[in-house]
């Protein structure tokens, strides 16, 4: 009687029996080691260590529920990481390893999950959990890679789950609830300003681009939620309205880096280190009093195209003043990482790519059409199908604008051929950026520096596979109103005296607006914008134990963060791309009204080239498309990678789905879908396009074309970004003349100097060096890259099969570089190196390069819209 009172009580031998060691190792790095050097978090840290206030960890079973506790899984005793003091911090940013001993029950099972607590004084990043030898199981891992802030921060507890993937359905019991209330923390409710430690992922309309208490001159439109300006939506902060506007949010200071952000989303160490380093250089926007000063005997101006060479020959060096003033403006505690720079004079660049072998290659007419297909910008080419050449914009509003290219015009550049023949050759190629740019040339005209025009650009197919321009129109607004249509001008190509000289100018022009759509179309809207409802509807609805999560979560590292850095500096008001591009105010109005005509399906690279028509569907060819321009680098090359990725993602997803009727059970890729849809792209909610995700092959649709665009879409407009247009002259940014007229000064000018003339035409010396300042930045690969094939860590899944097709995805993306590389040394693919002879790699991935380089390297498709 008394023993089964005493075991009721204590519990007996037997229970005591069942309770077993665990032995595990938890990879962390401490706060002070990470990003800027806080000796107080160290020193606070070991102070609550010798009170007792350690890190503990509660493992968490995934067999057994407790009635008690809402059936939620058996927790077990809390361990405490040991040895914090004696543990010797690296000198440097890097990981430190701890032990942990934890008393386990056997009769719990399988621990699934385990709750943190940290009670220090500051946070830790945590970065890996793992258990040896687990009854009955053997090796539990748990892939953290959190920020772990101090327990009162939080109104809940931390949970991890092991790295194991599950469907809602198919979550242990005794999880399930777990799952689900990690997910409500992490949407928040909707109200406040977020904290650094929170973990909301909420969604706000660009409504901070502008600061209207500064006056109306830094007010901007609102973007998105309204018909006449829809936008994809960014990541809410929270921060308080605007004194002058209610509806628009207040800024922070030009050079904070507080802007919110989850933290998880935040660059790494390495990357902060890298950027704050190199973004030393395009910080000038402090110093535009300074750097004006200083530019040479011509105010503003290059003078000779060596002018230009000489910033990266030779350099341009600052005076201590603005150095100074410089330091000052930035926090103490950002010196450190900016130190780090490479000991260059401030604005010494390196030599662009695309002038190293030949200085003046690139203003040959084969390297201009070269361009369209392996440059900057290799997504606006179309085929051209009806001339000439007509518009979309409404009659009744901008009149007549259809173009006045003549067959006169082109048909003595069609090499014998006639323009019916060539259309009907599918020989005639158009870059069109008329409609784009028409309705906006008024304001942008009269209200910046710009003198712009809209420009068509006809190219001929030659038999060597080469585009040929044949003919440039430009256009502006009729002086009578835009309901009078345009008035067009257009140029044809010439070697010699001033009609070479104009041509020069005309293909100037079209430049112009090719960076301008670049920029802030192909680039920032169609993959850093319409990317992050992505990233924060995958965080909000899809559970980091959901299969889909983490296919898709190596694909939206850092993104986040750029584009709120990219809102804090580059694309708000007064900000480098209003300086730098030629619609200065009207730049990211101009992008919502072009975001109307956004179709998340045509994103798709294959969709993408048959509506441009530089494709026709063809079984008898690889991929099931046949290339009209057959040396098409990007295209040809990218339909590599789009089938590599949508083979993997297929395979992926049939291991969790194997029928439709598992995607329409699965509550949480459903709930997914519906918000990124009526929320993510809310203006977009009603458009009949979006796929319904009921079965199999729509998932494997939408995925491929989320990890297309966040990876090689994004690699290809971007890392080339120094190569073609850190020489300003062959990718100019702004038009500050119109055409020469015959009988002004201009046209004499023209004459006697045309390099001259070119120059105070196109970029300012200024605005070039601000440009190619930021430029530089963007195009760099930071030293943590984590490519496309790559995963940051090798046990991001313990699901077997997962990880065999991962493999094959690698080995799939190793057999493509070795392919590009053998293209671009053949001969007969003469659009792949071109007459600058630079190879075209920006689509090459990169995947065997464990080395983990950054730089100019213009090279590797990072998984991410990461910088």
Same mark, same amino acid.
């Not at 204590?10 to 029996?17: E, L, Y």
């Not at 057994?64 to 990481?81: E, F, S, T």
């Not at 690296?90 to 099972?109: N, Q, R």
């Not at 259809?402 to 067959?407: A, L, V």
């Given at each position: 009687?008394?023993?089964?009172?005493?075991?009721?009580?204590?519990?007996?031998?037997?229970?005591?029996?069942?309770?077993k060691k665990i032995k595990g190792s938890v990879v962390l790095m401490k706060k002070n080691v990470l990003d800027f050097n806080d000796i107080n978090a160290s020193v606070l840290d070991r102070i609550h260590e010798l009170l007792g206030k350690g890190?503990?960890?509660?493992?968490?079973?995934?067999?057994?529920?407790?009635?008690?506790?809402?059936?939620?899984?058996?927790?077990?005793?809390?361990?405490?990481?040991?040895?914090?003091?004696?543990?010797?911090?690296? @000198?440097?940013?890097?990981?430190?390893?701890?032990?942990?001993?934890?008393?386990?029950?056997?009769?719990?099972?399988?621990?699934?999950?385990?709750?943190?607590?940290?009670?220090?004084?500051?946070?830790?990043? @945590?970065?890996?959990?793992?258990?040896?030898?687990?009854?009955?199981?053997?090796?539990?891992?748990?892939?953290?890679?959190?920020?772990?802030?101090?327990?009162?921060?939080y109104k809940y507890n931390r949970v991890f789950f092991a790295n194991k993937s599950y469907l809602p359905c198919d979550t242990p019991e005794p999880l399930r609830e777990y799952r689900q209330e990690e997910l409500v923390n992490l949407r928040g409710?909707?109200?406040?300003?977020?904290?650094?430690?929170?973990?909301?992922?909420?969604?706000?309309?660009?409504?901070?681009? /502008?600061?209207?208490?500064?006056?109306?001159?830094?007010?901007?439109?609102?973007?998105?939620?309204?018909?006449?300006?829809?936008?994809?939506?960014?990541?809410? +902060?929270?921060?308080?309205?605007?004194?002058?506007?209610?509806?628009?949010?207040?800024?922070?200071?030009?050079?904070?880096?507080?802007?919110?952000?989850?933290?998880?989303?935040?660059?790494?160490?390495?990357?902060?280190?890298?950027?704050?380093?190199?973004?030393?250089?395009?910080?000038?926007?402090?110093?535009?009093?300074?750097?004006?000063?200083?530019?040479?005997?011509?105010?503003?101006?290059?003078?000779?195209?060596?002018?230009?060479?000489?910033?990266?020959?030779? /350099?341009? +060096?600052?005076?201590?003043?603005?150095?100074?003033?410089?330091?000052?403006?930035?926090?103490?505690?950002?010196?450190?990482?900016?130190?780090?720079?490479?000991?260059?004079?401030?604005?010494?660049?390196?030599?662009?790519?695309?002038?190293?072998?030949?200085?003046?290659?690139?203003?040959?007419?084969? =390297?201009?059409?070269?361009?369209?297909?392996?440059?900057?910008?290799?997504?606006?080419?179309?085929?051209?199908?009806?001339?000439?050449?007509?518009?979309?914009?409404?009659?009744?509003?901008?009149?007549?604008?259809?173009?006045?290219?003549?067959?006169?015009?082109?048909?003595?550049?069609?090499? /014998?051929?006639?323009?019916? =023949?060539?259309?009907?050759?599918?020989?005639?190629?158009?870059?069109?950026?008329?409609?784009?740019?028409?309705?906006?040339?008024?304001?942008?005209?009269?209200?910046?520096?710009?003198?712009?025009?809209?420009? #068509?650009?006809?190219?001929?197919?030659?038999?060597?596979?080469?585009?040929?321009?044949?003919?440039?129109?430009?256009?502006?607004?009729?002086?009578?109103?835009?309901?009078?249509?345009?008035?067009?001008?257009?140029?044809?190509?010439?070697?010699?005296? *001033?009609?070479?000289? *104009?041509?020069?100018?005309?293909?100037?022009?079209?430049?112009?607006?090719? $960076?301008?759509?670049?920029?802030?179309?192909?680039?920032?809207?169609?993959?850093?914008?319409? *990317?992050?409802?992505?990233?924060?509807?995958?965080?909000?609805?899809?559970?980091?134990?959901?299969?889909?999560?983490?296919? @898709?979560?190596?694909?939206?590292?850092?993104?986040?963060?750029?584009?709120?850095?990219?809102?804090?500096?580059?694309?708000?008001?007064?900000?480098?791309?209003?300086?730098?591009?030629?619609?200065?105010?009207?730049?990211?109005?101009?992008?919502?009204?072009?975001?109307?005509?956004?179709?998340?399906?045509?994103?798709?690279?294959?969709?993408?080239?048959?509506? #441009?028509?530089?494709?026709?569907?063809?079984?008898?060819?690889?991929?099931?498309?046949?290339?009209?321009?057959?040396?098409?680098?990007?295209?040809?090359?990218?339909?590599?990678?789009?089938?590599?990725?949508?083979?993997?993602?297929?395979?992926?997803?049939?291991?969790?789905?194997?029928?439709?009727?598992?995607?329409?059970?699965?509550?949480?890729?459903? $709930?997914?879908?519906?918000?990124?849809?009526?929320?993510?792209?809310?203006?977009?909610?009603?458009?009949?396009?979006?796929?319904?995700?009921?079965?199999?092959?729509?998932?494997?649709?939408?995925?491929?074309?989320?990890?297309?665009?966040?990876?090689?879409?994004?690699?290809?407009?971007?890392?080339?970004?120094?190569?073609?247009?850190?020489?300003?002259?062959?990718?100019?940014?702004?038009? #500050?003349?119109?055409?020469?007229?015959?009988?002004t000064a201009e046209y004499a000018e023209l004459e006697s100097n045309p390099d001259l003339a070119f120059l105070k035409t196109i970029t300012s010396q200024f605005q070039a060096l601000l440009g190619i300042s930021l430029i530089e930045i963007l195009?760099?690969?930071?030293?943590?890259?984590?490519?496309?094939?790559?995963?940051?860590?090798?046990?991001?899944?313990?699901?077997?099969?997962?990880?065999?097709?991962?493999?094959?995805?690698?080995?799939?993306?190793?057999?493509?570089?070795?392919?590009?590389?053998?293209?671009?040394?053949?001969?007969?693919?003469?659009?792949?190196?071109?007459?600058?002879?630079?190879?075209?790699?920006? @689509?090459?991935?990169?995947?065997?390069?464990?080395? #983990?380089?950054?730089?100019?390297?213009?090279?590797?498709?990072?998984?991410?819209?990461?910088?």
């Open positions: 009687m008394f023993k089964k009172l005493s075991d009721t009580l204590f519990g007996s031998d037997d229970d005591h029996s069942k309770i890190v503990s960890l509660q493992l968490i079973s995934a067999v057994n529920g407790d009635p008690a506790n809402g059936l939620r899984g058996k927790l077990g005793k809390a361990a405490y990481l040991e040895e914090w003091i004696t543990t010797i911090t690296p @000198l440097t940013a890097g990981d430190s390893a701890f032990k942990v001993i934890f008393d386990w029950d056997e009769s719990y099972g399988n621990p699934g999950a385990f709750i943190i607590k940290n009670l220090h004084h500051s946070e830790f990043y @945590l970065k890996t959990v793992t258990l040896d030898d687990v009854p009955g199981i053997g090796r539990v891992h748990f892939v953290c890679n959190s920020w772990v802030y101090p327990a009162d921060r409710d909707g109200t406040g300003k977020l904290e650094e430690w929170d973990r909301v992922y909420d969604y706000d309309v660009y409504n901070d681009l /502008g600061n209207p208490d500064k006056g109306p001159k830094h007010a901007r439109t609102i973007l998105g939620g309204s018909g006449e300006y829809p936008y994809p939506r960014r990541g809410r +902060t929270g921060r308080p309205a605007t004194k002058t506007d209610p509806n628009s949010e207040s800024r922070l200071p030009l050079l904070s880096l507080d802007i919110y952000v989850p933290r998880d989303e935040r660059f790494g160490h390495l990357k902060m280190s890298d950027f704050l380093a190199y973004s030393l250089k395009s910080l000038v926007q402090v110093l535009q009093p300074e750097i004006k000063s200083f530019c040479d005997s011509t105010p503003n101006e290059f003078d000779t195209f060596q002018d230009i060479l000489d910033v990266y020959e030779g /350099g341009i +060096t600052l005076p201590s003043g603005p150095v100074n003033k410089l330091k000052n403006a930035i926090p103490l505690e950002m010196l450190k990482e900016i130190v780090r720079t490479d000991g260059e004079p401030l604005l010494k660049f390196p030599m662009p790519q695309v002038i190293k072998e030949d200085k003046f290659a690139w203003r040959s007419d084969e =390297e201009f059409g070269r361009e369209m297909l392996a440059g900057l910008n290799p997504v606006s080419i179309r085929i051209l199908k009806e001339f000439p050449p007509a518009s979309k914009l409404d009659p009744t509003i901008y009149g007549n604008q259809t173009s006045s290219i003549t067959k006169e015009h082109v048909e003595k550049n069609l090499n /014998g051929l006639t323009v019916d =023949e060539a259309l009907k050759k599918d020989k005639l190629f158009i870059l069109d950026h008329h409609d784009m740019l028409m309705p906006y040339l008024n304001r942008i005209n009269t209200k910046t520096s710009s003198k712009m025009y809209a420009t #068509r650009t006809l190219l001929l197919l030659t038999d060597e596979g080469t585009l040929k321009p044949v003919a440039i129109e430009l256009s502006l607004p009729h002086l009578d109103g835009d309901q009078h249509g345009a008035m067009n001008k257009v140029y044809t190509p010439s070697e010699h005296g *001033i009609e070479c000289s *104009i041509w020069q100018l005309a293909k100037a022009y079209v430049a112009v607006n090719d $960076s301008g759509i670049h920029q802030l179309i192909s680039h920032w809207l169609n993959t850093h914008a319409t *990317i992050e409802p992505f990233v924060i509807a995958t965080n909000r609805q899809l559970s980091t134990l959901h299969p889909i999560n983490k296919l @898709l979560h190596p694909h939206f590292r850092d993104t986040m963060n750029i584009n709120a850095l990219a809102r804090q500096i580059l694309i708000s008001a007064g900000g480098v791309l209003e300086n730098t591009v030629f619609p200065g105010q009207f730049s990211m109005e101009m992008s919502a009204v072009i975001y109307k005509d956004w179709v998340f399906t045509d994103q798709a690279l294959p969709v993408d080239l048959i509506k #441009r028509g530089v494709a026709v569907p063809d079984s008898n060819h690889l991929h099931g498309l046949r290339l009209l321009i057959e040396d098409y680098p990007y295209a040809a090359d990218g339909l590599q990678i789009w089938s590599a990725i949508e083979t993997w993602v297929h395979d992926y997803c049939s291991f969790y789905y194997p029928n439709d009727d598992t995607i329409l059970a699965d509550s949480e890729i459903q $709930s997914w879908w519906t918000e990124l849809r009526n929320v993510g792209h809310g203006d977009k909610k009603d458009e009949k396009w979006w796929p319904n995700l009921h079965t199999l092959a729509e998932l494997t649709q939408i995925c491929t074309i989320i990890i297309w665009v966040a990876s090689a879409l994004h690699a290809a407009v971007n890392f080339g970004q120094y190569t073609f247009a850190g020489y300003t002259p062959n990718r100019p940014t702004m038009s #500050r003349r119109f055409m020469p007229e015959p009988g195009s760099r690969h930071s030293s943590d890259e984590v490519y496309l094939g790559q995963r940051d860590t090798p046990e991001w899944t313990s699901d077997v099969a997962s990880l065999n097709s991962f493999k094959k995805f690698g080995e799939k993306l190793v057999e493509i570089e070795n392919k590009i590389i053998e293209m671009n040394i053949d001969k007969r693919w003469k659009n792949r190196v071109g007459p600058v002879k630079l190879p075209y790699t920006l @689509l090459y991935p990169n995947t065997t390069d464990n080395t #983990r380089v950054g730089g100019l390297t213009g090279r590797g498709i990072p998984n991410s819209v990461s910088i």
